[in-house]
């Protein structure tokens, strides 16, 4: 089956580092996506990782293992507007089509 | 603002109505992706449009149907409708297939009473 698994909640402190991790299960694995939502607002695009590795976009920074079906999200120099829910999202591809398989978030709290 | 606008803001209906739900993607993008978001199921992919056609198909009911309009905008229709079909419905919207990032909507909320 397709499977997406995310902590539901975590806190951190304004200023410090946090690593949301996310595994999956799924076939034909064709990317990996992270958004951030704040509470009754869209998704906003932060991340893809497509191979294996860490891409870096200032503060976040993704990282992807195809063979573990693993991937983390790091926020560094933490705000307090980083609260939110961060979802990770997986595209599959098969017999010539895909599909997005969203987690259920992760919520953040940032405290002062 | 991500450039993708999505109306109605709200919609209430009755159950075994049908509501058409319209996005418009950002200038430029050809991909419509629809989406719902329930509390107790998260965001769930339904279907995505490439330049008019259907490209992928996602969890989405018989009773839903969508196309994509030649000037690019997208309608999602939503038919005998239930209790359960409440829920926000966001379009998302990318210039190629998806792997660029896509950009969401505000979202229409729809309530089934």
Known sequence: ?112 | DSGVTQTPKHLITATGQRVTLRCSPRSGDLSVYWYQQSLDQGLQFLIHYYNGEERAKGNILERFSAQQFPDLHSELNLSSLELGDSALYFCASSFGTGVDGQFFGPGTRLTVL
């Open chain 1, 1 to 112: 089956g397709q499977n997406i698994d995310q902590p539901t909640e975590m806190t951190a402190t304004e200023g410090a580092i946090v690593q949301i991790n996310c595994t999956y299960q799924t076939s034909g694995f064709n990317g990996l996506f992270w958004y951030q939502q704040h509470a009754g607002e869209a998704p906003t695009f932060l991340s893809y990782n497509v191979l294996d590795g860490l891409e870096e976009k200032g503060r976040f920074s993704s990282f992807l293992s195809r063979s573990k079906g693993y991937s983390y999200l790091l926020l560094k120099e933490l705000q307090m507007k980083d609260s939110a829910s961060y979802l990770c999202a997986v595209r599959s591809s098969l017999s010539g089509t895909y599909k997005y398989i969203f987690g259920t978030g992760t919520r953040l709290k940032v405290l002062a």
